[in-house]
């Protein structure tokens, strides 16, 4: 298998994967971590996400913890992406074709009526298990629960964050607080836009830091940064190109 063949030739692996691909590269990864004990204990497995729906419930949160994998996980969500929160309601669908034609009918686009149906019964469900009225004695975590980091993007910035409480309740108050029925489908069409600005945001920061000018380019930017942490000045640079 390929797999096998990067494995005995890689140092690392990343693995990434948007929406349903998400959760099947979190699949490969969690298989490759296993793996790797017995036959590649140096090769190191990394898998970030870009609005996945999650996968697992608490003890299985828990499982990923005690194995100290919890670190191979990035997860990142747009801030009113409804496909993350979509397990949060009871009637989600688990069979596999019928989460492919539903993942099918984001890609194209769904009515308004269906977007707005949607949106309402998730929220509802949501708030009724991560709410004010729900308390922490009452939410209940049998079914679905985050694992690994969480980096929650919005058109200001991005936390980050590795607690499943806090992750919830934030999934939850932006969804409430500012989401709509379009935005909730219109942002998991546009996780390039988010980590576009994300990145920029980090290099922009960077570059002040460590006082290199900084480009709208995030690739310029990049290889700056990357010559001032080497000690190699951009003047040196030239001269050896």
């Not at 990343?14 to 979190?26: I, N, T």
């Not at 029925?181 to 219109?186: L, M, T």
Request: hydrophobic share 40%; proline share 4%.
């Amino acid at each position: 298998m390929q797999i096998f063949e990067i494995l005995n030739t890689s140092k690392s692996v990343v693995l990434a994967g948007h929406s349903l691909g998400g959760g099947v590269a979190s699949l490969s990864a969690l298989w490759l971590l296993s793996h790797i004990q017995t036959t590649s204990p140096s090769t190191s497995v990394f898998c970030i996400t870009y609005g996945s729906p999650m996968l697992g419930n608490e003890p299985f949160s828990q499982a990923i913890l005690q194995e100290r994998w919890g670190g191979n996980f990035c997860h990142i969500v747009a801030q009113h992406d409804i496909v993350p929160r979509l397990p949060f309601a009871p009637s989600f669908p688990v069979d596999v074709e019928h989460l492919r034609a539903l993942f099918v009918q984001l890609a194209l686009q769904l009515s308004d009526e269906n977007k707005t149906e949607l949106f309402e019964k998730v929220l509802t469900c949501i708030e009724a298990r991560f709410g004010p009225a729900a308390g922490d004695d009452h939410q209940d975590r049998s079914r679905y629960w985050p694992f690994g980091s969480y980096m929650i993007c919005t058109d200001k910035g991005a936390v980050c964050l590795d607690n499943g409480t806090a992750i919830v309740k934030l999934l939850y108050l932006m969804l409430a607080e500012a989401g709509s029925a379009n935005s909730c489908i219109d942002d998991h069409l546009k996780y390039e836009d988010y980590v576009t600005k994300v990145c920029l945001q980090y290099l922009q920061k960077r570059s002040r830091l460590l006082e290199v000018s900084f480009s709208e380019s995030s690739s310029e930017s990049g290889i700056a940064l990357a010559l001032q942490s080497s000690r190699i000045s951009s003047h040196q640079a030239k001269n050896v190109n």
